[in-house]
């Protein structure tokens, strides 16, 4: 079982904790697992864990606009979210590097591999300027990463981008 507490997710049960690490999921703090909103509703949908509040069981649709309420644009950086997870990738947020998503490579997690990569999600409506774009690439180069934009569009499918710095 897992516990909905403000915007994270509390799970103290050591089996399913365990589990969960090893999935990727997650951040250990003391004796518990602290998962993000984008990674408790994936994990409901899959059916691998149920979340409650209040001694109450929350659904995924009720996490989802519980978290859309919480965080601007917060469907289309869990669609991206979820895509990637789909294709096998470990991900982690990435707020303090500034970008949504830090990816490690297929298979492996924090501590077993470098962040492979950097994401930022927009929507095809964004206008973003050099500037801004170059401020990122640059930032994923001081990581070691390569930047990748993630385009939402209005029917929700994803078109990513990678951005690199070429000098002559």
Do not use: W
């Not at 049960?13 to 408790?40: P, S, T």
């Not at 501590?111 to 050099?130: I, L, P």
């Amino acid at each position: 079982m897992a516990e909905l507490i403000q915007n994270k997710v509390i799970v103290d049960e050591k089996k399913l904790k365990d589990a969960l690490i090893q999935k990727g999921f997650g951040e250990k703090h003391g004796k518990e697992l602290v998962l993000d909103l984008k990674e408790a509703i994936y994990l409901v949908e899959k059916g691998k864990i149920e979340v409650k509040q209040d001694n109450k069981k929350v659904s995924a649709r009720k996490l989802l606009t519980y978290a859309s309420a919480r965080e601007a644009r917060f469907y289309s950086k869990y669609i991206v979210f979820k895509d990637l997870r789909e294709r096998g990738y470990c991900v982690k947020t990435g707020f303090k590097f500034g970008f949504e998503f830090r990816v490690y490579p297929r298979g492996k997690r924090p501590g077993q591999a470098h962040t492979e990569r950097v994401v930022k999600v927009f929507t095809q409506d964004d206008r973003k300027g050099m500037i801004e774009l170059s401020r990122m690439v640059r930032l994923a180069g001081n990581l070691r990463t390569q930047c990748t934009i993630a385009v939402v569009d209005s029917e929700n499918d994803i078109n990513y981008y990678f951005i690199e710095r070429i000098t002559p």
